[in-house]
């Protein structure tokens, strides 16, 4: 078991390793694939923000608002609206080299197995949130490659599927920590200006009026990073999800022995 569990956290850092290499071989394509993820952190973030400064709510509107409501509709679209691109790693991960229509266009006729996986993604989120996130560090892991069972197969139970292709949760844990640790790193260099103005060795007007106005450039790079984090995470997901469809399950030895059946037949039939 324990080797096991160490193989699977190889391969999830290789996976990792594939998805950046992924984005700087294919920039254009996840660029375009990726707007619905930076429209929508963006969006959030401001709305935030905006309440944050507009709002002055009592304590429990706070914590519903603050600590149930944006966190799960943060997580949520961090799992669904890159899935463009977890199309475009599967396709790739295939040998083709798709286009950003054909992405989405795959994304969207999968739409009605998406939907109801969508819906009761976001109820667990609430539920968990409303508990202070503790179902979050038992349960996550288990639904992490979800959204790719109902995107890539036909199965109904998705949810039981998704549980019972990653049943060494380490792995994940070890490829979240990976990905908050080089979130936490770019994030703190997005700081630097406001720590640089906070200590006031450049007191000028235009130091002061850089001030008042730096959260705009915080709030747009931050929302960058959070959606360039969600599409490396996507990828990662998708390609660690191939790896375990091909070689632990075998699909890519049951694909040869159907092309080796079909060219049997041909060959049969020409005789």
Known sequence: MARRAISLIGRSFTQMDRAFWCLHDHPAALAVLSLPTLAGVAIIAAAIHAMVRIWDLPALYAYLIYWVACPAVVMWSFTLLPLPCAAFAWLRAQGKIPTASEC?????A???RLFPVAVRLGVSYVIWFVLAGLPLLWLWPRTCLVPMVALF???R???RRGRGLLKEEAALHVLAL???????GLM??????????ATQLLATPGTQWLGQYVWVFELLCGAALVAVLAV???LSLTLLYHDIRYLRE???????IRELRESLRVASSLH
């Open 250 to 256: 075998g699909e890519s030895l049951r694909e040869r």
């Open 232 to 234: 490396s995470w996507c």
């Open 188 to 197: 703190a260099t997005v700081l630097v200006p406001r720590i640089v103005l």
């Open 104 to 108: 989405f266009g795959y994304v969207l």
């Open 110 to 112: 999968r739409s009605g």
């Open 153 to 155: 197969e036909n199965q």
């Open 157 to 159: 139970k998705v949810f």
């Open 178 to 184: 990976i990905h908050l640790c080089v979130f936490v």
